[in-house]
């Protein structure tokens, strides 16, 4: 414990070179298209229409909870798939990201944990680009931001926390097993639908079944996901005490992917 | 005061068997042996049990072959690998030349690498603004600085990444075998930064296959074998001993690849059925022996001046070619001949009996011809031996083609086919340092 404390003061440290290191992956994203960085709007309102299309008029949702409107079915959508794909896409290049950056690992003195952080924090800002494409049709379509929007930091500080220590994990062990890459795209997957996106919680059969309750209750990106959700599409409270508990849950994580990290991290210089 | 100081570093590789490296996670999942699975089957030890200390301002040489452990030695002071056990006490700012531009990304611009790369150096942004054109100008990169780096050659790419570690204006420079990548016009100028660095009185530790520049640079120098330090000191000894030691393995090497030949001839004591060369196979077959053998060559064995046998010699030494020799009958006209060739068939030297105006009177029995040369005056490099037993107009008794071959070895960089015999005198006003001085 005492260790990870050093270790994260080490982390502060480097934050210039997390800084730079995020700018470069940014710049590197785009550098050669011709629409640049205009593309971090476009895609997800691109994701938007498809989901929109398709949940919205060919599979015509027309929950209760929704008002039977594909338009707010969609922001619905929306507002969940954005923090969705923060995760899914950092937890996928977390994996690879020791193998992508090994001349760094191998050849010079270079912290290895930075990696996954810069992993996270450039996907954040993809992240975030995204946010003012949804507020804006939130707004168009009458769900006006409400002063709960506040909280929004906090549910990104609490996913922060939980896919950094998800990032460590999968970063770490991939050296080792390569087929986590390959299981990790099929959890994904899995772990998309098993979180409520697509559907509300309060959809009738999930509120019947009390094991599938259960269920969705145990994974923390329900409450994280949920946390969006109140915040942005319903413009209510957070609810504290699901999201406190996935706090505490995404901080052991941390501490588990940081110590599995760390115990590892001799090994990565030989084996990447 | 010391820089950097070793006490008993050990470092061990775990070796996993091939079985082992295609083990996934899958099947150690399977046969819940994951953690078993993740002990290595055999331990490598790259570093047994090194202990020195490089004081402050010196150049410090580490010499040895491949794979005795020097780039793990400079990764372990560097940081990027960590002892098994021991001590490692490094006292001030590291900046290491293990390979250049590892950091750089290929698709953005050689300016944006070189803040980046100056940051994972260790060194703050400001840092790197008042040195930009320091940096680029040593790199002589200041029209292409604003183009990704994916469109530099290997070169540009090398030198961009030399200019950036060695402006880190590290307390301590790690060097290994960088250098030999650069261009003719590059690596002096690097080398004459290295000096700047020795003037400055900053630590160098210098990890080359180099010797004659380890030998020129250097205050000190460490041998290491086999992961262990086999001679540390004053570095003209330690790179004389070292290079003494791969002569003998290079003699080691000759005498098995020697056996293999000879002993394959030596059943051949009956004349071969086939006589008379044959001018065109014999250039296709680089190994020939040919002749009825009426007189017999049974035997080639190279010596030293002093009667000793051996196959790698020094450019100043002489050799004794002496072969054992058999006259089947009395016979009235035979010519005995050498020839030396390199390992581009280029005939250096040839003579013969014959050539030299010794007239043939008479040979019979048993007997041995030695030929003494007493310089060899070549160049570094193999060279394969010819010898001939034939009469005057050329019918080959016994003709040995390239079946021996020795080698010469020096620190010396000439060129040619020879080494001529030569000496340098300047008059009073052209001065040099002596070499090895």
Same mark, same amino acid.
């Given at each position: 414990?005492?260790?990870?404390i050093?270790?994260l003061r080490?982390?502060?440290?480097y ?6 290191l995020?700018?470069?992956?940014l710049?590197a994203r785009y550098?050669g298209s011709?629409l ?5 709007f476009f895609?997800?309102?691109l ?9 919205g008029f ?6 209760p909870?929704?008002n039977?409107s594909?338009?707010?079915?969609a922001l619905?959508?929306f507002s969940?798939?954005?923090?969705w794909v923060?995760?899914s896409?950092?937890?996928i290049?977390?994996a690879?990201v020791?193998m992508?950056?090994g001349n760094?690992i191998k050849k010079i003195l ?19 680009f995204g946010?003012?494409i ?8 009458g769900?006006?931001?409400?002063i709960?929007?506040?909280?929004l930091?906090?549910?990104?500080l609490?996913q922060?926390?939980f896919s ?6 999968l970063?770490?062990l ?6 986590i890459k390959d299981?990790l ?12 996106i697509v ?12 094991v ?10 329900t ?9 942005l ?6 609810r504290w005490?699901s999201l406190?508990?996935t706090l ?6 941390f501490?588990?992917g ?6 590892l991290?001799?090994?990565f210089?030989?084996?990447v | 005061? +010391?820089a ?9 590789y775990?070796k +996993?068997s ?20 993740l002990k290595p089957d ?7 049990d090194?202990?020195?200390q490089?004081?402050k301002?010196?150049?410090f040489?580490v ?5 005795s ?6 990764k372990?002071i560097a940081?990027?690998?960590k002892?098994t056990s021991?001590?490692l ?5 590291i900046?290491a030349l293990i390979?250049l ?5 290929p698709?953005i611009?050689g ?9 994972m150096?260790?060194?703050s942004k400001?840092?790197i603004?008042?040195?930009f054109?320091?940096?680029v100008?040593?790199a002589?990169?200041?029209? !292409?600085?604003d183009?990704?780096v994916k469109? +530099?050659?290997?070169?540009m790419?090398?030198? /961009?990444g030399?200019?950036?570690?060695i402006?880190v204006n590290?307390?301590?420079l /790690?060097i290994?075998?960088?250098?030999s990548v650069g ?11 290295i000096d700047d660095?020795?003037?400055?009185r900053?630590?160098?530790l210098f ?5 004659t ?6 205050d000190k ?9 086999r ?5 003209k000894r330690?790179?004389?001993a070292?290079l003494?030691?791969v002569?003998e393995?290079?003699e ?5 690849r020697k ?5 394959a001839?030596?059943?051949a004591?009956e004349p071969?059925p086939e ?6 196979a014999?250039?296709?077959k680089r ?11 049974r035997?080639v064995?190279?010596?030293?001046l ?8 020094h450019p100043?030494?002489?050799m004794?070619i002496?072969m054992?020799?058999?006259?089947h009958?009395? /016979?009235?006209d !035979?010519? &005995?001949?050498i020839g030396? &060739? ?7 030297y040839g003579t ?6 010794f ?6 029995g ?6 003494r040369?007493?310089r ?7 060279y394969?031996?010819?010898v001939?037993?034939?009469k005057?107009d050329g019918y080959?008794?016994d +003709?040995h083609?390239n /079946?021996y071959?020795?080698?010469v ?16 005198? &300047?008059?009073?006003?052209i001065k ?5 001085k």
């Amino acid at each position: 414990m005492v260790r990870l404390i050093k270790n994260l003061r080490e982390l502060y440290r480097y934050r210039v070179l997390i800084q730079n290191l995020v700018s470069r992956e940014l710049k590197a994203r785009y550098r050669g298209s011709v629409l640049g960085f205009l593309w971090s709007f476009f895609n997800p309102l691109l994701l938007m229409v498809v989901y929109t299309i398709v949940f919205g008029f060919i599979i015509n949702s027309r929950d209760p909870a929704f008002n039977s409107s594909p338009w707010l079915y969609a922001l619905y959508l929306f507002s969940g798939v954005l923090p969705w794909v923060w995760f899914s896409s950092s937890s996928i290049e977390s994996a690879n990201v020791l193998m992508t950056h090994g001349n760094l690992i191998k050849k010079i003195l270079f912290p290895a944990e930075i990696l996954p952080v810069v992993t996270l924090t450039s996907n954040l800002i993809h992240f975030s680009f995204g946010l003012p494409i949804l507020f804006i049709f939130l707004f168009i379509f009458g769900k006006y931001l409400t002063i709960y929007v506040l909280f929004l930091p906090l549910v990104v500080l609490v996913q922060f926390i939980f896919s950094l220590g998800f990032g460590f994990l999968l970063s770490s062990l991939t050296v080792h097993f390569r087929d986590i890459k390959d299981i990790l795209g099929n959890l994904l997957t899995f772990w998309f639908f098993a979180t409520p996106i697509v559907y509300p919680l309060s959809f009738e059969s999930v509120q019947k079944s009390g094991v599938l309750r259960t269920m969705l209750n145990l994974n923390p990106m329900t409450h994280i996901i949920g946390g969006y959700h109140d915040c942005l599409f319903y413009g209510r409270m957070i609810r504290w005490r699901s999201l406190g508990i996935t706090l505490i849950v995404s901080l052991v994580l941390f501490t588990i992917g940081y110590a599995v990290f760390d115990r590892l991290r001799d090994s990565f210089p030989e084996e990447v | 005061m +010391y820089a950097i100081e070793l006490d008993g570093v050990t470092r061990v590789y775990q070796k +996993y068997s091939a079985r082992h490296r295609f083990q996934t996670f899958k099947s150690a999942l399977v046969k819940g042996d994951l953690f078993r699975s993740l002990k290595p089957d055999e331990l490598v030890t790259a570093l047994d049990d090194i202990s020195l200390q490089v004081e402050k301002g010196m150049t410090f040489g580490v010499i040895g072959e491949n794979g005795s452990g020097k780039s793990t030695l400079l990764k372990i002071i560097a940081g990027i690998a960590k002892p098994t056990s021991g001590r490692l006490k490094v006292e001030g700012k590291i900046s290491a030349l293990i390979e250049l531009g590892a950091g750089f990304h290929p698709e953005i611009s050689g300016r944006e690498n070189v803040f980046i790369n100056g940051i994972m150096l260790g060194l703050s942004k400001k840092e790197i603004t008042q040195k930009f054109d320091e940096i680029v100008g040593f790199a002589e990169l200041e029209e !292409f600085i604003d183009a990704p780096v994916k469109t +530099y050659s290997s070169g540009m790419y090398m030198r /961009l990444g030399f200019s950036i570690a060695i402006n880190v204006n590290p307390e301590i420079l /790690l060097i290994d075998e960088v250098l030999s990548v650069g261009d003719a016009a590059f690596v002096p100028k690097c080398l004459d930064r290295i000096d700047d660095f020795r003037r400055r009185r900053k630590t160098i530790l210098f990890v080359s296959h180099d010797l004659t520049t380890v030998a020129k640079i250097c205050d000190k120098v460490a041998w290491l074998k086999d992961g262990k330090i086999r001679m540390i000191g004053e570095p003209k000894r330690i790179v004389d001993a070292y290079l003494q030691d791969v002569t003998e393995k290079q003699e080691e090497d000759f005498q098995e690849r020697k056996v293999q030949p000879v002993q394959a001839e030596a059943p051949a004591a009956e004349p071969l059925p086939e006589p008379a060369p044959k001018p065109a196979a014999e250039d296709e077959k680089r190994e020939q022996r040919w002749g009825k053998r009426e007189i017999e060559i049974r035997k080639v064995t190279l010596k030293s001046l002093g009667g000793e046998e051996k196959h790698v010699f020094h450019p100043e030494e002489g050799m004794v070619i002496e072969m054992d020799v058999a006259a089947h009958k009395p /016979l009235k006209d !035979f010519v &005995f001949g050498i020839g030396i &060739f390199n390992s581009q068939g280029i005939s250096c030297y040839g003579t013969n009996t014959n050539l030299e105006d010794f007239e043939p009177l008479s040979i019979s029995g048993a007997g041995k011809v030695t030929c003494r040369i007493e310089r060899l005056s070549l160049i570094n490099g193999t060279y394969y031996l010819d010898v001939a037993a034939h009469k005057r107009d050329g019918y080959s008794y016994d +003709y040995h083609r390239n /079946l021996y071959s020795f080698l010469v070895s020096s620190m010396l960089k000439d060129v040619g086919i020879a080494r001529l015999p030569h000496a340098w005198n &300047f008059t009073p006003k052209i001065k040099f340092k002596l070499p090895g001085k």
